[in-house]
């Protein structure tokens, strides 16, 4: 499986962005996906996912500002970020199948 993300620049605090991964293969719909970030000097944590049957979950930090969706006709998984923070800044990863793509770099500037 091949992951390929982008979507991803600078953008002023409050701006929005939408990131979007597609996915190589034909197993796609069969199984979740998830975004993940990692800010310069720390862990990589998750953002969120949406199963195969489209339930999504959310990290508390991104509750209410960041939607996750997924068109399984594209492969493709979308993270759509509104109300951004500079807090936001991260590489931004999707994961699926165990496989991670190679991230796209979100700067958010107060």
């Known amino acids: 499986v091949q992951l390929q993300a982008f979507g991803g620049g600078l953008v002023q605090a409050g701006g929005s962005l939408r990131l979007s991964c597609i996915a190589s293969g034909s197993a796609f719909r069969v199984y979740g996906v998830g975004w993940y970030r990692q800010a310069p000097g720390k862990q990589r944590e998750l953002v969120a996912t949406?199963?195969?049957?489209?339930?999504?979950t959310y990290a508390d930090s991104v509750k209410g500002r960041f939607t996750i969706s997924r068109d399984n006709a594209k492969n493709t998984v979308y993270l759509q970020m509104n109300s951004l923070k500079p807090e936001d800044t991260a590489v931004y990863y999707c994961?699926?199948?165990?496989?991670w793509g190679q991230g796209t770099e979100v700067t958010v500037s107060s």
């Open positions: 994961y699926h199948q165990n496989f």
């Open positions: 949406v199963s195969n049957v489209f339930t999504t």
